[in-house]
T-cell receptor, first 113, second 114 residues
């Protein structure tokens, strides 16, 4: 069983829809939770960053972390065609882990006009 | 500001050949990493470096070697390429004191081993 599980999709939604992306994990040591966005033929870029449990909002994006359930989510409101990309969840055990992230498989999202 | 630059962007090798991927960053970051990305597997860490002259193994280091002779460069070598090393390779960097897990990625190097 993988440490981080993410539904690879693909997920196709109409413009304006609310999108929900999720990951589950098994390692209780994870403290830092990230969502990276990766456009086709490009490198991942950090989209959302959360420490421990709770919610974080940035514009149309909301990240949620529930450490008790080992479950994280990314919500995209009023989705746009420009949101079409692969979304990768990633986790780290802490500062001493440096950049040793554990990634989910990635979810391919397409937002059609 | 170029950020993280990887060369080459594409390469085709025959089994048994060797090659080196070069990563250069101009952000004065202390930490650098090599990940590989395969369908259905996400990104997996190959090797990383926490400073000039240092390297360490990641999750999938077998078949690869690395060197960091200069702070801005991180090289990934394949001594004898195998078809299982067909993948997209990403270099990333981060700075000491930054947020844990905030990495800056290059655009990737696509390697095919025949």
């Amino acid at each position: 069983q993988k440490e981080v599980e993410q539904d690879p999709g693909p997920l196709s939604v109409p413009e304006g829809a609310i999108v929900s992306l999720n990951c589950t994990y098994s390692n209780s040591a994870f403290q830092y939770f990230m969502w990276y966005r990766q456009y086709s033929r490009k490198g991942p870029e950090l989209l959302m960053y959360t420490y421990s449990s709770g919610n974080k909002e940035d514009g149309r994006f909301t990240a949620q972390v529930d450490k008790s359930s080992k479950y994280i989510s990314l919500f995209i409101r009023d989705s746009q065609p420009s949101d079409s990309a692969t979304y990768l969840c990633a986790m780290s055990a802490g500062i001493r882990s440096y950049g040793k992230l554990t990634f989910g498989q990635g979810t391919i999202l397409t937002v059609h006009p | 500001n170029a950020g993280v630059t990887q060369t080459p962007k594409f390469r085709v090798l025959k089994t048994g050949q060797s090659m080196t991927l070069l990563c250069a960053q101009d952000m004065n970051h202390e930490y650098m990493y090599w990940y590989r990305q395969d369908p259905g597997m996400g990104l997996r860490l190959i090797h990383y470096s926490v400073g000039e002259g240092t390297t360490a193994k990641g999750e999938v280091p077998d078949g690869y070697n690395v060197s960091r002779l200069k702070k801005q460069n991180f090289l990934l070598g394949l001594e004898s390429a195998a078809p299982s090393q067909t993948s997209v390779y990403f270099c990333a960097s981060s700075y000491r004191g930054g947020r844990a897990g905030e990495l800056f990625f290059g655009e990737g190097s696509r390697l095919t081993v025949l």
